[in-house]
């Protein structure tokens, strides 16, 4: 997850005539594009339209809308600039003044409901600086957000759109840039434990299924200035009265931390799934808390595309899925939208396997590419991920109705399924029982992988 890029100020202003139609409540962002449709037989360069998602098919007792649960991320969709480290925004919307105001704030809102509902997904998701901005003090900031909320609320109960899930950004205010939980200044810890005891409450109003925490600066860049055990004690206590403070107010959405190994940290103390099960695990926090994976954090931490996903449903701590992908050429966090089948698919499988990913979700933590200038390009980047995700609910479910792969897994593993392998897997066998086997049977033969067999097979679903 990242936010948004910061914004300049720009020369319109919100009481200029150019605004002005914009800041009515029934004003239209996106003229001449209706509702995105259905149309499995569009050709190939028809591109505004669905060609696999369609949200009421059923598919192993499941709408696709109930096991795919699309979320559109605010901070990239309505704050991204197409900004880059090497050049200027690019992405200059007609409705947005380039001012961090609560009309242009308001403003943005309206479009995203407006988005959200053409492109008919059911929920939503924002950091609370992404849709309020900061005042001079906590205080301003607070009621800020709560005025926005209020907006939000609104949009809400009118469109159906509902909150996958809140966060608080406790990365980009210079305030953070030794981190927040895990700073080594006491009052910037006392600020983020404020900012977030704010979102929480504004999450619980919006009634948000989930609330995920990032940790964009909880992490280090030398070792010469930093106390690793200090900010790691200091970041567990930060969680513990989170969790404190979500069952005080009565919030019932589930808690969920989003690994990432690097960025803008050089080391990021919740580097990949294990890492955070890990963490969680000592410090007591793992019936607390779940895990938000973000595939493109998993290949920046050097592992396969679905490896995290696949690893935190293993340990039953897969809460949600921000659905993205990168370029491994690159080496950095891109934020690609996901148009790969195969990887897509084997996401699915993932969540097949464990029922579904409610509360949970897939949200579109992606950036249209800063070329990618068109009002339409936000419309067809979430239409073309949304069909592949389709594409792989379809693939997954014929794999497991079919069951070949699982037949196959059942056979490579059936040796502890019964004599001294049983022993092995139900933790009671000694060292001492496994030399006797071992004497009294001599010399093991491995058995081949087959790893080409299996890609194989994986072709003829994908």
Request: with cysteine; net charge negative.
């Amino acid at each position: 997850m990242s936010s948004f890029a910061p914004e300049s100020k720009g020369s319109g202003s919100t009481d200029s005539s150019g605004y002005q139609e914009f800041d009515k409540a029934d004003a239209t962002f996106f003229a001449g594009i209706g509702k995105i449709p259905f149309k499995p037989d569009a050709g190939p360069a028809e591109t505004m339209v669905y060609k696999h998602y369609n949200p009421t098919q059923v598919v192993m007792g499941r709408t696709m809308e109930e096991w795919l649960r699309f979320s559109v991320c605010f901070w990239h969709t309505f704050r991204g600039t197409g900004a880059d480290p090497f050049g200027f925004p690019t992405l200059i919307r007609p409705w947005d003044d380039g001012s961090n105001t609560m009309s242009n704030a308001r403003r943005r809102l309206r479009a995203g409901f407006e988005f959200f509902t053409k492109l008919g997904v059911k929920y939503w998701t924002f950091h609370d600086r992404d849709i309020a901005p900061e005042g001079a003090t906590l205080e301003e900031t607070n009621r800020n957000l709560d005025e926005i909320a209020d907006l939000a609320l609104e949009l809400q109960k009118k469109t159906g759109v509902k909150l996958l899930w809140a966060t608080s950004n406790l990365f980009a205010h210079p305030r953070y840039m030794n981190g927040a939980g895990s700073n080594p200044d006491a009052s910037i810890f006392a600020y983020a434990a404020a900012q977030v005891k704010k979102c929480l409450e504004v999450a619980k109003r919006l009634g948000a299924e989930n609330f995920v925490f990032w940790g964009g600066r909880e992490g280090y860049h030398t070792l010469l200035n930093t106390d690793i055990l200090q900010e790691q004690n200091h970041l567990a206590n930060f969680f513990r009265m989170a969790s404190e403070y979500k069952k005080k107010i009565g919030f019932t959405g589930t808690l969920l931390i989003e690994p990432k190994p690097k960025e803008p940290s050089k080391h990021q103390y919740d580097y990949d799934a294990m890492t955070v099960i890990a963490f969680l695990k000592t410090y007591g926090l793992d019936k607390e808390f779940k895990l938000n994976i973000e595939p493109n954090h998993t290949t920046l931490a050097g592992h396969g595309y679905e490896h995290d996903v696949a690893m935190a449903s293993a340990f039953g701590m897969l809460g949600s899925v921000d659905s993205n992908t990168g370029s491994p050429d690159l080496g950095w966090d891109t934020d690609q939208f996901p148009m790969d089948i195969k990887n897509s698919t084997q996401v699915m499988r993932v969540v097949l396997e464990q029922g579904g990913l409610a509360p949970g979700g897939l949200n579109f933590d992606c950036k249209v590419r800063r070329e990618s200038t068109n009002l339409k390009d936000m419309f067809i980047s979430h239409i073309g991920a949304m069909d592949s995700f389709a594409r792989a609910l379809k693939c997954a479910a014929k794999i497991k109705e079919e069951g070949v792969f699982a037949k196959h897994v059942e056979e490579r593993y059936s040796s502890y399924r019964s004599g001294i392998g049983q022993k092995i897997d139900q933790g009671t066998a000694t060292f001492e029982e496994l030399e006797k086997y071992t004497m009294e049977n001599g010399e093991p033969t491995a058995a081949s992988g087959q790893q080409e067999h299996y890609e194989t097979m994986m072709n003829y679903y994908v």
